[in-house]
């Protein structure tokens, strides 16, 4: 997934009974993933609940 140039996520949820632990460390999981992706041009995001308030650090 290196060379990874446009990246759509759509209707992304977290279930409700999801501690907030686990939300940072799902969080942190994608973060990670994302500082991988050298050549991504484009990321587009619909319904991803997982990054709201957090949509600046994974940027």
């Known amino acids: ?12 949820y977290v279930p409700a009974y999801t501690s907030q632990e ?7 999981q994608l973060t990670s993933q994302f500082l991988r992706m050298d050549c991504l041009q484009k990321f587009c995001a ?14």
């Open 1 to 12: 997934m290196r060379n990874l140039r446009k990246l759509f996520v759509s209707q992304v």
């Open 22 to 28: 686990e939300q940072e460390q799902l969080l942190a």
């Open 46 to 59: 619909n319904a991803v609940f997982l990054l709201k308030g957090h949509l600046e650090q994974v940027l």
